[in-house]
Structure formats: structure tokens, C-alpha cells
């Protein structure tokens, strides 16, 4: 059972806040552009939510259909756990 959008947010706030993953990996300019556009749309928090696990960065699926904007890994998943997310 994957995660929506909605369940991530505060993740996604902390990726923006302390660029970094929740792996601890940097996050790129393009990835927190990102991550502004996924937070800023908030109609779109039913959407699937995506993990890369590559760098482990999460974001929406609606924004990555080439792989990871942050480390262009094209090993993707949307089945993330609880303890997952922050």
C-alpha cells in the first residue's frame, strides 16, 4: 500500500528545509523546485506519492515520469512504509 501526496508533506517540508533526503544525501536546486511546486499544489495531494531508491528523496509521481529530479536514478517505488517518512 503506497502513500498519497498528503501523507508525505511533511517530509517533503523537511527536504526543502534541511536539503537533504531522508537518507541524509543533498538535494539539488532543481529537486527543491520541485518539491515548491509539489507543496504549492495542494489539489494534487491525492496523487501517488514516489520514492527513489537511489538517494531516497520523496516526491509526487505526477512530477517525475524520467526518474528522480534530484539524482536522475530511474529506480523509483511507490510503495512507501510509515517509518519511511518523517
Do not use: F, W
Not at 31 to 59: F, G, H, R
Request: overall charge negative.
Amino acid at each position: 500500500m503506497g502513500m498519497n501526496v498528503n501523507d508525505i508533506v511533511s517530509t517533503l517540508q523537511a527536504e526543502k528545509v534541511l536539503r537533504k533526503t531522508p537518507s541524509g544525501r543533498p538535494i539539488t536546486e532543481h529537486a527543491i523546485s520541485v518539491i515548491d511546486a509539489i507543496l504549492s499544489d495542494e489539489k494534487n495531494y491525492e496523487a501517488p506519492a514516489i520514492q527513489c531508491l537511489n538517494c531516497c528523496i520523496m516526491l509526487s509521481s505526477l512530477l517525475v515520469p524520467e526518474g528522480c529530479v534530484n539524482c536522475g536514478g530511474k529506480d523509483l517505488t511507490t510503495n512507501i512504509l510509515q517509518n519511511d517518512i518523517l
